[in-house]
């Protein structure tokens, strides 16, 4: 009877906790909700900046003119006239061959000449009396010209046996002895013009706006890490490297000290000054689906914007369209953003400075 009573008790009970278990349900509507905080994020102020493009472009040094001096002929050489690292100027004697064969051979042809040019005078005397033919003249002269071209190749022989710089410049290495023999593929030294060096180096295609022929620049070597060589630029490739997209330049740089020597690895510093520009810190794009975004803070509200990228820097992108001067874009937090997201400035950068301000 006990029991009874105890259960009948608990009916009620158990039905005003559901009542009451309703009542507080429907009372928690979206005007009872706690609201969600702001997202704390950092912004950058964008303003226009002076953007200058610089690049490093690296080239071998060369020569101004650089040639292997080889004989024309094949011989015995019988005389050395330099002397390794020498200054020569055009038309030193360097080096000569045994020619003694040659000599004779030239004796000869100019002793055929002396013959058929006496025989020739004598004939056209007498072309007048008729006791020549105009024919048989003709054939004397014609002799008469093969032994001037023998003679005359004689002597080019001679004078290959004989072998002179080419031009002014500083001798190398020597390479053969006397008594040794050479021929047209043996290396006797070199000859080099370094009072001016030549600098080889490419540069990218979007540069190609910036160098000029007659510009200056500045070159450095890891042999001399503090002086810098200036020079200009000689000419320029007409042709881009398909693959690399890039072009060849050509540049004199003055060498009168020598310290600068052909093959030497050199570099040289470029820029270009894009003028005042907008630029925005990478971290504040955000990539989605091959578009760039940012987000932009107005009145606490976060607002994602479209926008057109220039060319990047170390740290910052050019915006070439869909931001202007004094926007607010979100630095630090854009992970957690989504469009209309309200959002609580902590702190901002300026534009072109490092010092972190705090916001207004």
Same mark, same amino acid.
């Given at each position: 009877?006990?029991?009874q ?7 009620? %009970?158990?039905?005003?906790?559901m009542?009451?278990?309703?009542g507080?349900?429907n009372?928690?509507?979206p ?17 226009r ?5 610089? /690049?490093?472009?690296?080239? #071998?040094?060369?020569a ?25 100027? #055009?038309? #030193?004697?360097? /080096? ?11 004796a @000869?042809?100019?002793?055929s000449?002396?013959?058929? +040019? ?8 007498? %072309? ?13 002269q014609?002799?008469? *010209?093969?032994?001037?071209?023998? $003679?005359?190749? !004689? ?7 004989? /072998?002179? !710089? ?7 290495? +020597? ?9 047209s ?6 000859l ?10 490419? $540069? ?42 890039? $072009?060849?330049? +050509?540049?004199l ?11 030497? &690895?050199?570099? $040289?510093?470029? *820029? ?13 794009? @955000? ?6 975004? @940012? &987000?932009i ?8 914007r479209? /926008?057109?990228l ?5 740290? !910052?992108?050019?915006? @070439? ?9 979100v630095?630090?937090? #854009?992970?957690?953003?989504r ?9 901002? +950068? ?11």
């Amino acid at each position: 009877m006990i029991l009874q009573d105890s259960k009948l008790l608990l009916v009620p %009970i158990l039905a005003t906790a559901m009542f009451s278990g309703c009542g507080s349900a429907n009372n928690d509507g979206p005007a009872n909700r706690a609201e969600r905080p702001p997202t704390r994020v950092m912004t950058h102020r964008v303003e226009r900046e002076s953007l200058i493009d610089e /690049i490093q472009a690296l080239g #071998t040094a060369g020569a101004n003119e650089s040639v292997e001096i080889k004989p024309r002929v094949a011989s015995i050489v019988t005389k050395i006239a330099f002397t390794e690292g020498q200054r020569v100027t #055009t038309g #030193t004697l360097l /080096i000569e061959l045994e020619n003694s064969e040659i000599r004779a051979g030239l004796a @000869v042809a100019e002793a055929s000449l002396s013959e058929s +040019r006496s025989s020739y005078n004598r004939s056209r005397s007498l %072309i007048d009396t008729q006791v020549i033919s105009a024919a048989n003249l003709e054939q004397l002269q014609a002799a008469m *010209q093969v032994d001037e071209a023998q $003679v005359q190749a !004689a002597k080019a022989r001679l004078a290959n046996t004989r /072998i002179h !710089a080419p031009f002014d410049g500083r001798i190398g290495l +020597r390479r053969v002895s006397l008594g040794g023999f050479v021929d047209s593929s043996t290396v006797i030294t070199t000859l080099d013009d370094t009072a001016i060096i030549k600098l080889d180096f490419t $540069v990218p295609e979007a540069f190609l706006a910036v160098i000029k022929e007659g510009m200056a620049i500045s070159a450095n070597s890891l042999v001399y890490p503090d002086q810098p060589f200036i020079g200009t630029v000689d000419s320029i490739d007409t042709r881009l490297d398909p693959v690399a997209r890039s $072009v060849q330049v +050509r540049a004199l740089l003055p060498n009168s000290d020598g310290l600068l020597k052909p093959g030497m &690895f050199m570099s $040289v510093n470029l *820029q270009r000054d894009r003028g005042l520009v907008l630029v925005v810190p990478e971290e504040s794009i @955000v990539p989605e689906r091959g578009s760039q975004y @940012v &987000f932009i803070v107005s009145d606490g509200i976060a607002t994602r914007r479209e /926008i057109k990228l220039g060319r990047r820097v170390p740290g !910052a992108v050019e915006i @070439v369209s869909g931001l202007q001067d004094g926007e607010l874009v979100v630095t630090e937090g #854009t992970h957690k953003l989504r469009d209309g997201s309200p959002v609580e400035t902590v702190q901002f +950068r300026t534009a072109g400075s490092n010092t972190l301000t705090g916001a207004d």
